[in-house]
């Protein structure tokens, strides 16, 4: 549980109280008041809380000594950016950035999420029983949130269980995006990390220069793969090992299926590895709809310019009874997550003030919280 603590250094500063949890202090605004903690990663730990002005139940995330890494700074702040500008029933929203007291040297970012009651990792290892209208509605709201965000230009490259929020009514939402990036229609400038590996698609594990939304969708269909069979379809000890397993149940790749594999090394490895037929997906589950084994088999395909896009996987069969386009309307303008990898801690942390002052018109408008210092 979350206990009530003097503040470090004997001194509480206005509008701030204090807090333990797993051995963690945390330093939050009074209108918040932690209960426990929920969960804990490589990029903070995340409790649940009470909003006393709104009596509304939030999840709290500390993101601990941001700036000692600067990829992990900049993680950080295309979160913040993002967030901020998308509104949508199946992406997690940001309610609030506490404002810190130390404009000009704080190191922790206390993030205010709506909460949620479980992650789909957690259910898909639970022993709770998923009907084929579970599988269905998740998948469904899945899709939903990824058409919004690629019509919004953004990629999310790390789509996983962990990363989608579940509550009790089986509403699921998209969290963590701290990879995410602008898409730039089928060319993309980004080659580094992206999508834990049991999710990524053979053009990220083949180390294609281009790719584009298709990652997303590739990392969709694992996603239900291991819905409809309740353990990881690729589940690889390393890159050359996932990209073994693929082959074992996709099959052998034809000459035109690997035309767009820009690495000739690559390229080599796929075709120097024994012949395979692959598995049929039907036998893998074969207590599975056959109208979803249809669709899963369209989104796992090797070659992404033949795999089906997003606003296809809605308008499947299997989708019929869910999918309206009319309420399911685009994002009214690209949003642009372009940022300079360059930029130092300095421009970083103003920029992540400025990100603050979006949910504190009080001290933006009043320019209070720059007269403080």
């Known amino acids: ?9 004997g001194v509480k500063p206005m509008g701030k109280h204090y807090y333990t949890m797993w051995q963690t202090l945390f330093e939050v605004d009074t209108k918040y008041v932690p209960i426990k903690p929920i969960g804990r990663g490589s990029y903070g730990i995340v409790c649940s809380s009470i909003n006393r002005e709104t ?17 992990d700074a900049l993680r950080t702040l295309r979160e913040l950016k993002l967030l901020r500008q998308i509104r949508h029933d199946n992406v997690v929203a940001l309610k609030d950035i506490m404002m810190p007291t130390q ?21 898909i ?27 919004a230009n953004i990629l999310h490259r790390d789509l996983k269980p962990g990363n989608l929020l579940i509550n009790a009514n089986c509403d699921l939402k998209i969290c963590d995006f701290g990879l995410a990036r602008t898409s730039r229609g089928n ?4 080659t580094e990390y992206v999508v834990t590996r049991w999710y990524r698609s053979p053009e990220l594990l083949l180390c294609c220069d281009n790719y584009g939304t298709s990652i997303d969708v590739w990392s969709v269909g694992c996603i239900f793969a291991e819905i409809l069979g309740r353990r990881p379809i690729f589940p690889g000890t390393g890159c050359l090992n996932q990209l073994n397993l693929i082959i074992g149940v996709l099959g052998s790749r034809q ?16 075709e120097s590895l024994p012949f395979s037929r692959g598995i049929h997906l039907s036998r893998l589950y074969p207590q599975a709809d ?82 403080l210092f």
């Open 55 to 71: 009596n509304e139940k939030v999840a709290i995330k500390k993101i601990s000594n941001v700036f000692q890494n600067h990829v």
């Open 187 to 190: 060319e993309q400038f980004m």
């Open 125 to 151: 290892k639970s022993s709770q029983p998923l009907s084929n209208d579970h599988c269905k509605y998740f998948l469904f709201q899945l899709l939903r949130g990824v058409k919004y965000l690629h019509s």
């Open 1 to 9: 549980m979350a206990m009530p603590v003097e503040p470090p250094n």
């Open 255 to 270: 000459e035109a299926d690997l035309q767009f594999i820009d690495n000739p090394k690559a390229r080599r490895y796929i």
């Open 290 to 371: 056959p109208l979803a084994i249809d669709l899963l088999q369209r989104m796992l395909i090797f070659d992404p310019s033949k795999r089906i896009t997003v606003t296809e996987a809605l308008q499947h069969p299997y989708m019929a009874t869910l999918y309206d386009p009319r309420c399911n309307p685009p994002a009214r303008v690209p949003i642009n997550l372009d940022i300079d990898e360059n930029m130092g801690e300095e421009m970083i942390r103003e920029m992540m003030l400025s990100e603050m002052l979006h949910y504190h018109p009080e001290a933006a408008s009043r320019n209070a919280y720059t007269t």
């Open 103 to 123: 404009r000009t040297s704080f190191k922790d970012v206390y993030l205010v999420y709506e909460l949620m009651d479980t992650d789909l990792l957690q259910i």
